[in-house]
């Protein structure tokens, strides 16, 4: 399996899943609110601990703090490169009226190309924040084995 693999196929899942929750909670009107974009971040956090757990899973002994750093990298970039064309399309094809909704009072200020910019870095630096906190889980332990702790004695 190729090195890529695993990391484009958690990212095509994770943007399925930011796809479809922006879908649905568009039917309510609530899209427009930046409040439910939380959940982007626990969408992405969700995928991207679930990628790196299944890499080093696979690597066993041979998994290292910088496969599985490029892993949670390349699995968020990924899907927040899928999602920003969605999202694009979605604002210039399916619901013109969305952005002008979204933007509010900076209408004359801001246009597509800046708020798919928005979206693009929001999702990279919430994929490099995410995959620094995992990897502090993943990483292999620098605690010598064999090393029994010595007693406290009072």
Known sequence: MSKFALPIRYAIAISGLLIGYFLVISLFGWHTNPLFSLFNGVITAFGIYEAIKSFKLRKNEAFTYADGFSVGITTGFVATIFFTIFFGI?????????????????????SLGVILFTVAICGFATTAVLTLSFMQLFKPSWNPKGIEKEEIQL
Request: hydrophobic letters at 40%; glycine letters at 10%.
């Open 90 to 110: 979605y604002a210039s094809n399916i619901a013109p009226t969305f952005l002008e909704n979204l933007i509010g009072p900076w209408r004359g200020t801001t």
